[in-house]
């Protein structure tokens, strides 16, 4: 058994990540979430996936990203025909 270094729970079907040289347990998804994922810089919400980098900044979207000054990031790129 693991304690989720979240919660604190002490699970039994608890899994670890290892990342950036270190070993993280945790006992659900949104925990782990929860302490590893980064935070958008415009909205405060948890960037669960990509999100999109602008310097040394990162947002959950292209529009988080331009309402703080980015200029060249988009959503979509025209599909060439």
Do not use: L
Request: hydrophobic share 35%; charged share 25%.
């Amino acid at each position: 058994m693991g304690r989720c270094e979240t919660c604190g729970n002490d699970y039994d079907m608890s899994f670890e990540i290892h990342a950036q040289g270190k070993v993280h347990t945790f006992d659900s998804f949104e925990c782990a979430i929860t302490r590893m994922a980064p935070v958008c810089e415009h909205c405060g919400c948890r960037i669960v996936g990509h999100g999109v980098q602008a310097g040394t900044r990162w947002f959950c979207c292209a529009h988080c990203a331009r309402e703080e000054g980015a200029k060249s990031i988009v959503d979509r790129v025209e599909a060439m025909a």
